[in-house]
């Protein structure tokens, strides 16, 4: 079986083509458990056709975890990998627990629901997110990103000139943007900012997926009748069947609700029922019935090689520096996905799948050149990227092992806090 080190994965990054894995997968419950895929405008899936080998005809697939989903798994393992100590990866962090200055302390903390710290892990675009955009980086005391360059920290004003042929500031600030993809739009050049395509996708699919229908119920231990209301919303908050002790609207107790049904404050039994059809019949949202599902999870060498990353200043880029930087973002993705199959794979509610085999790869090099069946641990693939690193510094790429820090600008904190005091309103019956 080959093994791959440091010295296999610098000669693919030169010269090879992918390092894929195809992972046939199957719902924990067993072959013949429902799973649920996950459910977009409408209630309905992400179903279409696809062509696969032991099929005459194209066959009905759903997709279970996209894309974009798959990235964010990698880097919540990513996350997590760094709150337990395991590596030490760049990462941009803004600190909600921090002293907002310009606003009373007490009354932000008393407002403020606990966020605690979001990293460019957690942050949907990554380092070009809004949140860090709109945050102070604290060496400075600067914004992270501005509209203008003198009102922006010097890190911001490196990002406004990243390009894929000087990616250096990324790879010191955020690799994983590198790698997983990126697009500066929000940033101060609008929808001309840096775009970065993937260079590692992963998706789950659900082959031969057949429709199932969704059941609800509900049971009132207490048999509250409907009958029984209306209810009426009282002035603490709370409901009432006293219409004298109930909120007033233009002189009028207030009901919860529309008609104020006990199910208006969870009271009563739910009707047993059945979720509803399609155009097409087909039931929404009832989860699927699958043959098996797979995970597919490509990384791209070519888009690798892409990335130039000059040192110092200089004009161009030395290739023993570009073969040294490519090579940790390909461990990186490596790490990430080992990591978030040592995690495992329960994706929502009733989705919880599982691997009969480890996950294995397959190296592909040039024409004709495969290797197939690398196993790679999460505690090797730690070690392939902690030796990657190793040679990239000692070359004299820049590499952070301590997140650079933010605190988020005071109305940041206030929108936070208004948007917060909206939802708690909503909660209790507001619009």
């Known amino acids: ?22 992972a ?108 860090l955009r709109d945050s102070i980086v604290v060496e400075d005391n600067k914004q992270f990103r501005a509209k203008n360059e003198r009102d922006e920290s010097s890190y911001g004003q490196r990002l406004r000139r990243v390009t894929a042929q000087n990616a250096t500031a990324l790879f010191e600030l955020c690799p994983t943007a590198l790698l997983l993809g990126m697009w500066d739009s929000t940033g101060p050049k ?54 004298s002790h109930a909120e007033k609207q233009k002189d009028q107790p207030l009901k919860m609700g529309k008609d104020g049904r006990p199910s208006e404050a969870n009271h009563g039994n739910v009707t047993p029922s059945i979720s509803e059809k399609d155009r097409d019949g087909e039931f929404l949202a009832g989860g699927v019935t699958i043959d098996r599902a797979e995970q597919t999870i490509v990384l791209s060498f070519p888009a690798l090689r892409r990335l130039k990353f000059p040192l110092n200043g200089e004009a161009q880029s030395r290739p023993e520096v570009d073969v040294a930087a490519r090579t940790v973002l390909a461990a990186l993705g490596l790490c990430a996905a080992a990591l978030a199959a040592e995690a495992g794979l329960d994706l929502r509610s009733r989705c919880l799948l599982w691997p009969p085999e480890p996950l294995k790869w397959e190296l592909l090099g040039q024409p004709g050149q495969m290797e197939k069946d690398i196993v790679l641990t999460a505690e090797r693939a730690i070690q392939l990227l902690k030796d990657a690193i190793a040679a990239a510094t000692e070359i004299g790429l820049p590499w952070r092992t301590m997140p650079l820090q933010l605190r988020p600008s005071d109305e940041l904190v206030k929108l936070v806090v208004k948007s917060q005091q909206l939802a708690q309103q909503q909660g209790e019956g507001g619009e």
């Open 1 to 22: 079986m080959t093994k791959l080190d440091l010295t296999k994965l610098q000669e693919l990054v030169r010269t090879g083509a992918a390092a894929r894995s195809r």
């Open 24 to 131: 046939v997968l199957q719902p924990a419950g067993g072959q013949g458990t429902k799973v649920f895929p996950p459910t977009y405008a409408g209630a309905v899936y992400a179903t279409e056709k696809r062509r696969l080998p032991g099929y005459a005809e194209p066959v009905d697939c759903v997709l279970l975890d996209s894309v974009q989903s798959q990235a964010n798994r990698m880097e919540e393992a990513l996350q997590q990998a760094i709150d337990e100590g395991r590596i030490q990866i760049p990462v941009v962090e803004v600190d909600f627990t921090s002293f907002y200055p310009g606003l009373d302390r007490d009354k932000a903390l008393q407002l403020l629901e606990p966020i605690g710290k979001v990293t460019s892990l957690q942050a949907p675009h990554r380092i070009v997110d809004a949140i």
């Open 190 to 243: 609008g929808g001309l900012g840096a775009k970065f395509e993937r260079a590692m996708v992963s998706e789950i699919v659900g082959i031969n997926a057949v429709k199932g229908c969704k059941t609800s119920s509900r049971i009132d231990p207490l048999a509250i009748q409907l009958q029984a209301g209306p209810l009426y919303q009282s002035a603490s908050g709370g409901w009432t069947l006293d219409p």
